[in-house]
């Protein structure tokens, strides 16, 4: 299998030795030529192949001169709050995300805990390529810690929005079953339940890092977590991926809701609790995401911004329209008022205490919302996915075009993108409709041009 690097970070497969121990220390040890001084803190979500990889990572940037801070198996998030809440030059978490067990891989963060923009991922990538690396005669020292989950959980409980609604959610005695595929959320997610006094139930929480199905938590992997939620008459069912940044929903019915909810609901529960606050709000969400973002922040009076995929992207272009909350289609919320940084512990906190404030079950605060349904289809693909676009781009003379990300074709009430995956050695077609037949027409128009 192919190496993947982007704005994303580094991703390669194992088990035929693509992501070996030189490649992790070379990337290792341009990553600490090019972020400032200081430490950095590391972490990995929990997948066995990592053990080996986040002791090449420490030893390699203590190596040149770097105090590293192990923090152990913790979600993607913990480790971006660990960076941005202390003096630490930056830091880097072993994960591959979604993707497979066979795959494993580094994500770099900045010394603000948001990932590398496209030119600081330049900047390295030269550094890699060229073997500009530096010698440092001081080696550093690593230290481990095992207190992360205190902090993060501790920076959820002092959102004001989730203070306000607390009471309301223990007054519900709600029930959740959980499915972190044993991975890093294996720990946070039932520990944050427990402090929202919501009752867990554990299906694939045992923290091993071995994955009891395809890790990325899309409908067609939840089914035993929908039936363990019918199983215990639970209100919700909560997925998370392996490095716990994206939140997948089962609602009380058994009945997942589709990734592209997740972000709508965070969207609905911060901008209905601020409807008296008359400042001006934005969001900010992806090319990729759904239009019922947009919809709701047209309800609310919000100011509304699409980015290219890639969460710092996202982050950057909230950053700069002051937005009030944002994320990804893929299950991630970004909530400044905590970090900037996909969470799927605060997207479960927001949408908690929507449900709890509305007094309703997950499954009727869903159909209140427009209707739209999406058809996402991926397929192999090694080539330039730029000299696809032109070729597309002349067959809808009379639409909406934007070339940001791939290419995103809107019309009335309807859209279809185009655009290589930042992660995979794919291309990613998604078309959303009003009704289900639509968009998958729209996808196959698109697909018959290429």
């Keep these: 299998m192919p190496l993947v690097r982007s704005i994303s970070g580094l991703r390669a497969t194992v088990d035929d030795n693509i992501l070996n121990n030189d490649l992790v220390r070379n990337y290792c040890r341009a990553y600490s030529q090019v972020i400032p001084a200081g430490d950095v803190v590391i972490g990995m979500d929990g997948r066995p192949s990592g053990k080996e990889i986040i002791s090449v990572a420490a030893k390699t940037l203590a190596e040149c001169g770097r105090n590293v801070v192990v923090a152990g198996i913790i979600p993607t998030p913990t480790v971006q709050l660990l960076v941005e809440n202390s003096e630490a030059a930056g830091g880097i978490i072993v994960t591959a995300s ?73 007054e519900m005695k709600l029930r959740a079953v959980v499915d972190a595929v044993n991975a890093s959320g294996s720990e946070f997610i039932p520990a944050l339940l427990q402090k929202l006094g919501v009752q867990s139930i554990p299906l694939f929480c045992d923290g091993s890092g071995v994955f009891p199905h395809t890790p990325e938590p899309l409908p067609q992997n939840l089914t035993q977590l929908a039936s363990a939620v019918r199983e215990h008459k639970a209100d919700i069912g909560i997925a998370v991926d392996p490095d716990a940044d994206r939140l997948v929903l089962i609602d009380g019915t058994g009945e997942p809701i589709g990734e592209e909810m997740t972000v709508s609901l965070a969207a609905e529960s911060i901008l209905s609790a601020e409807s008296e606050n008359t400042s001006r709000h934005a969001i900010v969400v992806n090319l990729s995401t759904t239009r019922l973002v947009e919809d709701i922040a ?41 970090h900037y940084g996909r969470d799927s512990l605060v997207g479960t906190a927001l949408i908690l205490s929507l449900i709890a404030r509305r007094g309703k079950s997950l499954r009727d605060i869903v159909s209140d919302f427009p209707k739209y349904e999406i058809v996402k289809y991926k397929q192999d693909f090694s080539g330039d996915v730029r000299k696809l676009l032109g070729k597309v781009a002349a067959h809808y003379p009379d639409a909406k075009l934007n070339f940001d990300d791939g290419i995103r074709i809107d019309f009335t009430n309807s859209w279809v993108q185009l655009r290589g995956s930042n992660t995979e050695p794919i291309i990613r077609i998604i078309a959303e409709a009003p009704t289900r037949s639509e968009a998958e027409k729209l996808k196959d128009e698109l697909l018959s041009h290429i």
Excluded at 101 to 129: I, R, S
Excluded at 317 to 334: D, N, T, W, Y
């Design 298 to 338: 047209l309800k609310y009076g919000a100011d509304f911004y699409r980015s290219p995929v890639g969460e710092i992207n996202v982050v950057r272009k909230m950053q700069a329209s002051g937005a009030i909350i944002g994320g990804e289609g893929s299950g991630g919320v970004i909530y400044p008022a905590c």
């Design 98 to 170: 979604h993707n497979p067990a066979q795959w494993n891989g580094l994500k770099f963060l900045g010394n603000d805990g948001v990932f590398l923009d496209a030119d600081k991922n330049a900047e390295l990538w030269n550094v890699l390529d060229n073997h500009l690396f530096a010698n440092s005669e001081k080696p550093g020292e690593i230290t481990i810690i095992d207190n992360a989950i205190d902090l993060h959980l501790n920076s959820i409980l002092q959102i004001s929005l989730l203070q306000n609604s607390i009471s309301k959610i223990k």
